[in-house]
């Protein structure tokens, strides 16, 4: 079936352009000067929208088991929620726990995805464990299963924490491979002494949290990174969650010497701070425990996030989107924050809240659709089948709203949660109609998709790489 998106502002990287967009089958086949495109066709009404790529969550945390519980979102609810937030792409993170087989933990997140995705999906691959085995893995991933990226831990010591040894020997690999490191980047051992002394101390709410991971191990942990990725002949590297000025400074470092670095950061970094949010009264600061931390609003690190975003320091954003709800699950950790389940839910609303950032002076338009669409496809390779508005790609395709507002709440959000990391948020712009390969499964903000609708997504090579 053909249609054609008529009326509407296409936006790319470049910066907004008006133009129609004629759509066959899964695929975009063209772009016209308004007007000028096919006359007997169906047509989607864009006038006074945003036409943008789908966007692209390239981190995302369906039902983990995490914490000695599971995230709450299942790739049925999680991926619905993403499409009414103008996501059409994810990347989730199947996991390799220490002693198993790396190829096994993929058999078990294709079993958990099969049939249930209501939009497109790719996967990262931790490896909860670097041996002969696991590194072998890296190859047969990259080579045959579409798997171009893999993520280790600095934090997290007896889960899935790996050494410098076993980051090296990883990193050596991926150079050799061309896959991308992807690094939590945090140092665990110390964290661990901090939170012990914490709580022998009785500071058991869930603040303590933030203040046991401070900055400087994050920092000290993402120029480690950045040194073993030099001695591993510049292995690609990529931060995950940066969250905080002194890792960022790191990075830009790295950047300004020409290095393979890149990083991202989320929303939650962005907005939300240490005292407002897990500084919460009583628990409540439990709903914003996740790690890396909230940073502190009497530091300057949100205005240098902002920054980071418009200099390409941060290539671009993602979710981390780890949902716990507060009943059996975030409630584990009352009276020791230490057993609070680390994540935040946020799929839904990462377009929004990025958009905000336009609206607020902080982002131009071009670079909003880049960060949150166009270089996650080429940062996880993607592109040109996503990320981009152009003949021969996925016809994932957002219209959006700039007049309409979005009102953030518990009450309206379709994820998995039993509260909202941003209750109450009322913000610029809306989510209209989203697009994916061709299917309308959002119209005016109406759900038309189906799980099961979402295909797996082979990916290949880094597009940044020299
Ligand atoms: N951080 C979180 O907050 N949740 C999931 C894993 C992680 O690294
Ligand atoms: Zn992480
Ligand atoms: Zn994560």
Redesign the pocket.
């Known amino acids: 079936m053909s249609y054609l998106i008529k009326g509407g502002t296409v936006v790319s990287t470049t910066g907004p352009n008006p133009a129609d967009v004629l759509v066959d089958g899964e695929r975009i086949v063209a772009l016209f000067a308004p007007g000028t495109g096919p006359q007997e066709i169906e047509t989607i009404d864009a006038t006074g929208k945003y036409v943008i790529p789908g966007a692209i969550d390239a981190h995302t945390?369906m039902q983990?088991p995490?914490?000695g519980t599971e995230?709450s979102d299942t790739f049925d609810t999680g991926t619905r929620a993403a499409a009414f937030g103008g996501t059409t792409t994810i990347i989730d993170?199947a996991i390799q726990r220490y002693g198993e087989v790396v190829q096994d933990g993929l058999a078990a997140w294709h079993a958990k995805t099969a049939g249930t995705c209501h939009i497109d999906y790719g996967f990262h691959m931790i490896l909860g464990g670097v041996d002969d085995e696991s590194l072998k893995a890296m190859d047969q991933l990259v080579a045959d299963e579409g798997i171009t990226s893999f993520k280790l831990?600095m934090?997290?010591p007896g889960v899935?924490y790996s050494d410098d040894g076993q980051i090296l020997r990883a990193m050596q690999r991926a150079r050799d491979n061309g896959a991308m490191i992807m690094m939590?980047a945090e140092n665990g051992p110390a964290i661990d002494v901090l939170v012990k002394q914490a709580l022998e101390r009785g500071e058991t709410d869930p603040y303590h949290h933030g203040v046991t991971r401070p900055q400087e191990l994050e920092a000290e942990a993402t120029s480690r990174a950045i040194w073993l990725a030099s001695v591993a002949a510049d292995c690609p590297l990529y931060i995950?969650?940066l969250s905080a000025s002194k890792a960022l400074e790191q990075v830009a470092a790295a950047r300004d010497l020409g290095r393979n670095v890149f990083a991202e950061t989320c929303p939650q970094y962005l907005y939300l701070t240490l005292e407002d949010q897990l500084g919460a009264p009583g628990f409540e600061g439990a709903k914003w425990?996740?790690?890396?931390p909230l940073r502190s609003k009497h530091e300057s690190h949100r205005a240098d996030l902002w920054r980071g975003l418009r200099t390409n320091d941060l290539a671009m954003v993602s979710t981390?989107h780890?949902p716990f709800c507060m009943k059996d699950q975030k409630e584990m950790g009352v009276g020791d924050f230490s057993k609070i389940?680390?994540?935040?839910g946020g799929v839904e609303h990462r377009v929004d809240l990025l958009y905000q950032g336009v609206v607020d002076g902080k982002l131009s338009l071009g670079r909003w659709v880049e960060t949150i669409a166009t270089t996650p496809a080429r940062m996880f390779g993607m592109y040109p089948r996503k990320g981009v508005i152009a003949p021969g790609s996925d016809a994932d395709i957002v219209l959006y709203d700039p007049a309409g507002r979005t009102r953030i709440g518990v009450d309206t959000h379709h994820m998995n949660m039993d509260y909202s990391a941003w209750e109450g948020w009322e913000i610029a712009g809306r989510v209209d109609t989203v697009i994916s390969r061709g299917t309308v499964i959002v119209r005016g903000g109406e759900y038309e998709g189906r799980a099961g609708h979402g295909r797996y997504v082979p990916r290949g090579l880094s597009d940044y790489l020299v």
């Open positions: 945390h983990m995490f914490g995230a993170f831990f934090a997290y899935f939590h995950v969650h425990v996740c790690s890396t981390d780890c389940p680390n994540g935040i």
